[in-house]
Protein backbone atom coordinates (compact mmCIF):
# COMPACT_ATOMS: atom_id res chain seq x y z
CA UNK A 1 0.00 0.00 0.00
CA UNK A 2 1.44 3.95 -0.74
CA UNK A 3 2.64 6.06 1.72
CA UNK A 4 -0.18 7.67 3.76
CA UNK A 5 -1.23 11.24 2.60
CA UNK A 6 -0.98 14.22 4.81
CA UNK A 7 -3.96 15.95 4.24
CA UNK A 8 -5.28 19.32 6.73
CA UNK A 9 -9.17 20.45 6.90
CA UNK A 10 -8.89 23.98 8.29
CA UNK A 11 -12.72 24.52 10.05
CA UNK A 12 -12.65 21.34 11.24
CA UNK A 13 -14.57 21.99 14.06
CA UNK A 14 -18.03 23.44 11.77
CA UNK A 15 -20.36 22.13 9.57
CA UNK A 16 -18.79 22.00 6.42
CA UNK A 17 -16.04 19.87 7.84
CA UNK A 18 -18.60 17.35 9.42
CA UNK A 19 -19.88 16.16 6.29
CA UNK A 20 -16.37 16.60 4.07
CA UNK A 21 -14.16 14.85 6.96
CA UNK A 22 -16.16 11.41 6.31
CA UNK A 23 -15.56 11.57 2.51
CA UNK A 24 -11.91 12.58 2.15
CA UNK A 25 -11.52 9.70 5.26
CA UNK A 26 -13.13 6.87 3.14
CA UNK A 27 -11.17 7.55 0.26
CA UNK A 28 -13.75 9.10 -2.16
CA UNK A 29 -11.41 11.96 -3.05
CA UNK A 30 -7.48 9.95 -3.03
CA UNK A 31 -8.87 7.20 -3.74
CA UNK A 32 -9.74 3.59 -2.41
CA UNK A 33 -5.41 2.59 -2.15
CA UNK A 34 -4.84 5.51 -0.81
CA UNK A 35 -4.27 5.90 2.80
CA UNK A 36 -4.15 9.07 4.69
CA UNK A 37 -3.22 11.23 7.94
CA UNK A 38 -5.61 13.83 8.82
CA UNK A 39 -4.55 17.05 10.53
CA UNK A 40 -7.37 18.96 11.58
CA UNK A 41 -6.91 22.50 12.50
CA UNK A 42 -9.71 24.95 14.29
CA UNK A 43 -9.28 27.35 16.78
CA UNK A 44 -8.56 27.14 20.59
CA UNK A 45 -12.55 27.81 21.62
CA UNK A 46 -13.21 24.69 19.61
CA UNK A 47 -10.90 22.34 20.66
CA UNK A 48 -13.61 20.42 22.98
CA UNK A 49 -15.99 20.00 19.84
CA UNK A 50 -13.14 18.95 17.87
CA UNK A 51 -12.40 15.92 20.53
CA UNK A 52 -15.38 15.06 19.62
CA UNK A 53 -15.68 14.63 15.74
CA UNK A 54 -12.01 12.80 16.31
CA UNK A 55 -14.13 10.52 18.39
CA UNK A 56 -16.48 10.23 15.74
CA UNK A 57 -13.52 9.65 13.30
CA UNK A 58 -12.71 6.71 15.30
CA UNK A 59 -15.76 5.19 15.86
CA UNK A 60 -16.34 4.96 11.83
CA UNK A 61 -13.40 2.78 11.55
CA UNK A 62 -12.22 3.56 8.41
CA UNK A 63 -9.66 1.21 6.83
CA UNK A 64 -7.47 3.98 5.04
CA UNK A 65 -7.33 6.61 7.67
CA UNK A 66 -3.90 6.08 9.35
CA UNK A 67 -4.40 9.05 11.82
CA UNK A 68 -5.66 11.80 13.36
CA UNK A 69 -3.42 14.84 14.14
CA UNK A 70 -6.23 17.42 15.99
CA UNK A 71 -4.91 20.99 16.81
CA UNK A 72 -5.08 24.71 16.91
CA UNK A 73 -1.79 25.26 16.13
CA UNK A 74 -0.85 26.46 12.41
CA UNK A 75 2.57 25.25 12.18
CA UNK A 76 1.07 21.30 13.36
CA UNK A 77 -1.96 21.58 11.14
CA UNK A 78 0.34 22.78 7.98
CA UNK A 79 3.42 20.11 8.37
CA UNK A 80 4.54 18.33 5.68
CA UNK A 81 0.76 18.55 4.06
CA UNK A 82 0.36 17.51 0.57
CA UNK A 83 -3.07 18.62 0.04
CA UNK A 84 -5.48 21.60 2.38
CA UNK A 85 -8.73 21.84 2.42
CA UNK A 86 -8.76 26.00 3.78
CA UNK A 87 -12.62 25.49 5.06
CA UNK A 88 -12.04 27.91 8.49
CA UNK A 89 -13.88 30.91 8.21
CA UNK A 90 -17.00 32.83 9.52
CA UNK A 91 -20.05 31.99 6.98
CA UNK A 92 -22.27 34.98 6.13
CA UNK A 93 -25.89 34.85 7.14
CA UNK A 94 -29.27 36.21 5.79
CA UNK A 95 -29.17 39.68 3.58
CA UNK A 96 -24.93 39.65 3.57
CA UNK A 97 -23.22 39.12 0.24
CA UNK A 98 -19.72 36.79 0.46
CA UNK A 99 -17.56 39.89 0.42
CA UNK A 100 -19.15 41.17 3.32
CA UNK A 101 -16.97 38.42 5.13
CA UNK A 102 -13.49 39.74 3.52
CA UNK A 103 -12.88 42.07 6.78
CA UNK A 104 -13.13 39.17 9.13
CA UNK A 105 -11.76 36.16 7.42
CA UNK A 106 -9.17 37.58 5.31
CA UNK A 107 -6.36 37.69 7.64
CA UNK A 108 -6.87 34.32 8.22
CA UNK A 109 -5.79 33.23 4.91
CA UNK A 110 -2.64 35.79 5.24
CA UNK A 111 -1.73 33.90 8.06
CA UNK A 112 -2.17 30.38 6.53
CA UNK A 113 -0.34 31.38 3.47
CA UNK A 114 2.41 32.08 6.12
CA UNK A 115 2.32 28.40 7.16
CA UNK A 116 1.80 26.76 4.07
CA UNK A 117 5.04 28.37 3.07
CA UNK A 118 7.11 27.19 6.36
CA UNK A 119 5.45 23.78 6.47
CA UNK A 120 4.23 22.23 3.58
CA UNK A 121 4.95 19.88 1.12
CA UNK A 122 5.99 22.32 -1.85
CA UNK A 123 3.75 20.76 -4.30
CA UNK A 124 0.56 21.03 -1.69
CA UNK A 125 -2.45 21.44 -3.72
CA UNK A 126 -4.86 24.11 -1.77
CA UNK A 127 -8.41 24.44 -2.25
CA UNK A 128 -9.56 27.31 -0.37
CA UNK A 129 -13.18 27.40 0.55
CA UNK A 130 -13.78 29.94 3.26
CA UNK A 131 -15.42 33.26 2.06
CA UNK A 132 -15.05 35.22 -0.11
CA UNK A 133 -13.16 32.07 -1.45
CA UNK A 134 -11.51 33.83 -5.06
CA UNK A 135 -10.14 36.76 -2.78
CA UNK A 136 -9.22 34.57 0.10
CA UNK A 137 -7.14 32.09 -2.24
CA UNK A 138 -5.22 35.26 -3.67
CA UNK A 139 -4.27 36.15 -0.86
CA UNK A 140 -3.39 32.99 0.82
CA UNK A 141 -0.78 32.72 -2.14
CA UNK A 142 0.57 35.73 -1.99
CA UNK A 143 1.59 35.07 1.77
CA UNK A 144 3.15 31.75 0.62
CA UNK A 145 5.53 32.59 -2.05
CA UNK A 146 7.92 29.63 -2.48
CA UNK A 147 4.94 27.75 -3.58
CA UNK A 148 3.78 27.67 -7.09
CA UNK A 149 0.45 30.32 -7.39
CA UNK A 150 -0.89 27.24 -10.18
CA UNK A 151 -1.48 25.63 -6.47
CA UNK A 152 -3.64 27.67 -5.01
CA UNK A 153 -7.69 27.46 -6.13
CA UNK A 154 -11.07 28.90 -5.13
CA UNK A 155 -14.17 26.41 -4.52
CA UNK A 156 -16.75 27.50 -7.57
CA UNK A 157 -17.26 23.48 -7.52
CA UNK A 158 -20.46 24.01 -5.63
CA UNK A 159 -21.94 26.46 -8.59
CA UNK A 160 -20.77 23.81 -11.40
CA UNK A 161 -22.97 20.98 -9.30
CA UNK A 162 -25.89 23.35 -8.74
CA UNK A 163 -25.90 24.53 -12.50
CA UNK A 164 -26.00 20.73 -13.71
CA UNK A 165 -28.64 19.75 -11.34
CA UNK A 166 -30.93 22.82 -12.64
CA UNK A 167 -30.49 21.91 -16.06
CA UNK A 168 -30.69 18.32 -15.43
CA UNK A 169 -34.29 18.93 -13.70
CA UNK A 170 -35.26 20.81 -16.96
CA UNK A 171 -34.34 18.12 -19.25
CA UNK A 172 -35.54 15.68 -16.71
CA UNK A 173 -32.27 13.30 -17.06
CA UNK A 174 -30.38 12.14 -14.49
CA UNK A 175 -27.40 14.34 -13.30
CA UNK A 176 -24.51 12.64 -14.38
CA UNK A 177 -25.82 12.46 -18.25
CA UNK A 178 -24.94 16.51 -18.47
CA UNK A 179 -21.30 17.92 -18.65
CA UNK A 180 -19.34 20.55 -19.05
CA UNK A 181 -21.50 23.66 -17.31
CA UNK A 182 -18.95 26.70 -16.81
CA UNK A 183 -18.77 28.70 -14.04
CA UNK A 184 -17.21 32.37 -14.61
CA UNK A 185 -15.77 34.08 -12.59
CA UNK A 186 -15.91 35.14 -8.87
CA UNK A 187 -18.08 32.99 -6.20
CA UNK A 188 -20.32 35.38 -6.00
CA UNK A 189 -23.29 37.31 -7.20
CA UNK A 190 -22.06 38.37 -10.37
CA UNK A 191 -20.52 34.92 -11.17
CA UNK A 192 -21.69 33.34 -14.89
CA UNK A 193 -23.16 29.98 -15.06
CA UNK A 194 -22.68 29.37 -18.88
CA UNK A 195 -24.26 26.51 -20.26
CA UNK A 196 -23.41 27.36 -23.86
CA UNK A 197 -20.80 24.52 -24.09
CA UNK A 198 -22.89 22.15 -22.06
CA UNK A 199 -23.86 18.92 -23.65
CA UNK A 200 -26.26 16.27 -22.77
CA UNK A 201 -26.00 12.47 -23.15
CA UNK A 202 -29.26 11.23 -24.28
CA UNK A 203 -29.20 7.33 -25.81
CA UNK A 204 -25.82 7.61 -25.67
CA UNK A 205 -25.23 10.44 -27.88
CA UNK A 206 -24.39 13.82 -27.16
CA UNK A 207 -26.49 17.12 -28.10
CA UNK A 208 -26.01 20.82 -26.79
CA UNK A 209 -27.83 21.72 -23.75
CA UNK A 210 -29.00 24.89 -25.71
CA UNK A 211 -30.27 22.94 -28.46
CA UNK A 212 -32.07 20.15 -26.41
CA UNK A 213 -34.11 22.81 -23.83
CA UNK A 214 -34.55 25.38 -26.46
CA UNK A 215 -35.36 28.30 -24.47
CA UNK A 216 -33.05 31.03 -24.46
CA UNK A 217 -34.56 33.25 -22.43
CA UNK A 218 -34.49 30.80 -19.86
CA UNK A 219 -31.04 29.97 -19.99
CA UNK A 220 -29.74 33.46 -19.76
CA UNK A 221 -32.34 34.49 -17.25
CA UNK A 222 -34.24 32.10 -14.70
CA UNK A 223 -30.96 29.86 -14.82
CA UNK A 224 -28.48 32.04 -14.40
CA UNK A 225 -30.08 33.75 -11.75
CA UNK A 226 -31.17 30.41 -9.77
CA UNK A 227 -27.51 29.26 -9.82
CA UNK A 228 -25.82 32.89 -8.47
CA UNK A 229 -28.74 33.09 -5.65
CA UNK A 230 -28.59 29.46 -5.02
CA UNK A 231 -26.25 29.81 -1.79
CA UNK A 232 -28.55 33.00 -0.24
CA UNK A 233 -31.74 30.55 -1.21
CA UNK A 234 -30.12 27.69 1.53
CA UNK A 235 -29.20 30.38 3.40
CA UNK A 236 -32.94 31.81 4.24
CA UNK A 237 -34.29 27.92 3.92
CA UNK A 238 -31.76 26.73 6.62
CA UNK A 239 -30.76 29.83 8.61
CA UNK A 240 -27.28 28.25 8.34
CA UNK A 241 -24.94 28.12 4.53
CA UNK A 242 -24.99 25.21 2.36
CA UNK A 243 -22.61 22.60 4.08
CA UNK A 244 -23.42 19.10 3.08
CA UNK A 245 -23.79 20.19 -0.68
CA UNK A 246 -20.08 22.33 0.00
CA UNK A 247 -18.74 19.21 1.19
CA UNK A 248 -19.34 17.30 -1.63
CA UNK A 249 -18.56 19.98 -4.05
CA UNK A 250 -14.73 20.35 -2.32
CA UNK A 251 -14.17 16.11 -2.15
CA UNK A 252 -15.33 16.45 -6.06
CA UNK A 253 -12.73 19.61 -6.99
CA UNK A 254 -9.82 17.40 -4.94
CA UNK A 255 -10.83 14.01 -6.16
CA UNK A 256 -10.54 15.83 -10.21
CA UNK A 257 -7.52 17.97 -8.94
CA UNK A 258 -5.62 14.54 -7.55
CA UNK A 259 -6.78 12.44 -10.32
CA UNK A 260 -7.76 13.63 -13.46
CA UNK A 261 -10.97 14.65 -15.35
CA UNK A 262 -12.54 12.10 -17.63
CA UNK A 263 -11.91 12.74 -21.26
CA UNK A 264 -13.52 15.39 -23.33
CA UNK A 265 -15.26 16.81 -19.60
CA UNK A 266 -14.18 20.01 -17.88
CA UNK A 267 -15.16 21.44 -14.87
CA UNK A 268 -14.97 24.89 -13.12
CA UNK A 269 -12.03 25.70 -10.78
CA UNK A 270 -11.00 29.11 -9.34
CA UNK A 271 -7.45 29.59 -10.30
CA UNK A 272 -4.67 32.13 -10.88
CA UNK A 273 -5.75 33.99 -14.18
CA UNK A 274 -3.07 34.87 -16.98
CA UNK A 275 -5.62 36.72 -18.98
CA UNK A 276 -7.47 34.28 -20.52
CA UNK A 277 -10.82 35.00 -22.29
CA UNK A 278 -9.63 38.66 -21.63
CA UNK A 279 -10.22 37.94 -17.58
CA UNK A 280 -7.67 40.52 -15.43
CA UNK A 281 -5.04 39.18 -14.77
CA UNK A 282 -3.56 38.37 -11.28
CA UNK A 283 -6.94 37.37 -9.90
CA UNK A 284 -8.64 33.90 -8.85
CA UNK A 285 -11.10 33.51 -11.73
CA UNK A 286 -12.95 30.74 -12.07
CA UNK A 287 -12.07 28.63 -15.67
CA UNK A 288 -13.17 25.84 -17.49
CA UNK A 289 -10.05 23.62 -16.81
CA UNK A 290 -9.32 19.92 -17.46
CA UNK A 291 -6.94 18.29 -15.12
CA UNK A 292 -4.18 15.84 -16.35
CA UNK A 293 -0.89 14.26 -13.94
CA UNK A 294 -2.37 16.83 -11.29
CA UNK A 295 -2.41 20.02 -13.44
CA UNK A 296 -5.07 22.11 -14.65
CA UNK A 297 -5.28 23.76 -17.93
CA UNK A 298 -7.84 26.34 -19.07
CA UNK A 299 -9.79 25.13 -21.58
CA UNK A 300 -9.39 27.51 -24.95
CA UNK A 301 -10.90 29.03 -27.82
CA UNK A 302 -14.67 28.69 -26.53
CA UNK A 303 -16.98 31.11 -28.28
CA UNK A 304 -18.08 34.04 -25.82
CA UNK A 305 -21.14 36.11 -27.13
CA UNK A 306 -21.52 39.78 -25.93
CA UNK A 307 -24.11 38.37 -23.35
CA UNK A 308 -21.38 36.57 -21.64
CA UNK A 309 -18.60 38.99 -22.46
CA UNK A 310 -20.56 41.84 -20.13
CA UNK A 311 -20.87 39.17 -17.41
CA UNK A 312 -18.03 38.24 -17.66
CA UNK A 313 -16.31 41.63 -17.40
CA UNK A 314 -18.65 41.99 -14.74
CA UNK A 315 -17.41 39.47 -12.31
CA UNK A 316 -13.74 40.67 -13.11
CA UNK A 317 -14.05 44.19 -12.18
CA UNK A 318 -15.76 42.38 -9.24
CA UNK A 319 -12.64 40.15 -7.95
CA UNK A 320 -10.29 43.31 -8.89
CA UNK A 321 -12.43 45.71 -6.77
CA UNK A 322 -12.40 42.50 -3.44
CA UNK A 323 -8.20 42.51 -4.27
CA UNK A 324 -8.05 46.03 -3.69
CA UNK A 325 -10.41 46.29 -0.32
CA UNK A 326 -8.36 42.56 0.77
CA UNK A 327 -5.08 44.72 0.35
CA UNK A 328 -6.35 47.64 2.53
CA UNK A 329 -7.29 45.60 5.31
CA UNK A 330 -4.25 43.43 5.18
CA UNK A 331 -2.08 46.45 5.11
CA UNK A 332 -4.35 48.68 7.80
N1 LIG B 1 -16.86 28.28 -1.77
C1 LIG B 1 -18.04 27.76 -1.53
O1 LIG B 1 -18.72 27.26 -2.44
C2 LIG B 1 -18.63 27.74 -0.15
C3 LIG B 1 -18.01 28.39 0.90
N2 LIG B 1 -18.56 28.39 2.16
C4 LIG B 1 -17.81 29.08 3.21
O2 LIG B 1 -17.07 28.12 4.00
C5 LIG B 1 -16.78 28.68 5.28
C6 LIG B 1 -17.07 27.68 6.37
O3 LIG B 1 -18.45 27.40 6.42
P1 LIG B 1 -19.09 26.48 7.59
O4 LIG B 1 -18.30 25.24 7.79
O5 LIG B 1 -20.53 26.38 7.28
O6 LIG B 1 -18.87 27.43 8.85
P2 LIG B 1 -18.86 27.06 10.41
O7 LIG B 1 -19.00 28.34 11.15
O8 LIG B 1 -19.80 25.94 10.71
O9 LIG B 1 -17.39 26.50 10.61
C7 LIG B 1 -16.26 27.29 10.44
C8 LIG B 1 -15.20 26.75 11.37
O10 LIG B 1 -13.99 27.47 11.10
C9 LIG B 1 -13.37 27.70 12.34
N3 LIG B 1 -12.37 28.76 12.20
C10 LIG B 1 -12.54 30.10 12.28
N4 LIG B 1 -11.36 30.74 12.16
C11 LIG B 1 -10.42 29.77 12.00
C12 LIG B 1 -9.03 29.79 11.84
N5 LIG B 1 -8.33 30.94 11.84
N6 LIG B 1 -8.37 28.62 11.70
C13 LIG B 1 -9.06 27.45 11.72
N7 LIG B 1 -10.38 27.37 11.88
C14 LIG B 1 -11.06 28.52 12.01
C15 LIG B 1 -14.52 28.03 13.28
O11 LIG B 1 -14.12 27.92 14.65
C16 LIG B 1 -15.53 26.97 12.87
O12 LIG B 1 -15.36 25.76 13.57
C17 LIG B 1 -17.60 29.98 5.35
O13 LIG B 1 -16.77 31.09 5.05
C18 LIG B 1 -18.64 29.79 4.26
O14 LIG B 1 -19.15 31.01 3.79
C19 LIG B 1 -19.72 27.72 2.43
C20 LIG B 1 -20.37 27.04 1.43
C21 LIG B 1 -19.89 27.01 0.07
O1 LIG C 1 -23.79 31.34 0.10
C1 LIG C 1 -22.99 31.25 1.04
O2 LIG C 1 -22.67 32.15 1.80
C2 LIG C 1 -22.29 29.93 1.20
C3 LIG C 1 -21.76 29.61 -0.13
O3 LIG C 1 -20.75 30.12 -0.54
C4 LIG C 1 -22.65 28.85 -1.02
O4 LIG C 1 -23.58 28.19 -0.57
O5 LIG C 1 -22.39 28.90 -2.23
Known sequence: MAEPLRVVVTGAAGQIAYSLLYIVAKGDVFGPNQPIILHLLDIPPMMGVLEG???ELADCALPLLHGVVPTDDPAVAFKDVTAAFLVGAMPRKQGMERKDLLSANVKIFKVQGEALDKYAKKDVKVLVVGNPANTNALICSRYAPSIPKENFTAMTRLD??????QIAAKLGVPVRQVSNLIIWGNHSSTQFPDASHALVNINGANTAVVEAIKDAA???SVFVETVQKRGAAVINARKMSSAMSAAKAASDHMRDWFLGT?????VSMGVISDGSYCAPKDVIFSFPVTIKCGKWKIVQELGI???????LDATGKELEEERQEAIQIIEA
Open 305 to 311: TDFARKL
Open 160 to 165: QNRAQA
Open 218 to 220: WLN
Open 53 to 55: VVM
Open 262 to 266: EDGRF
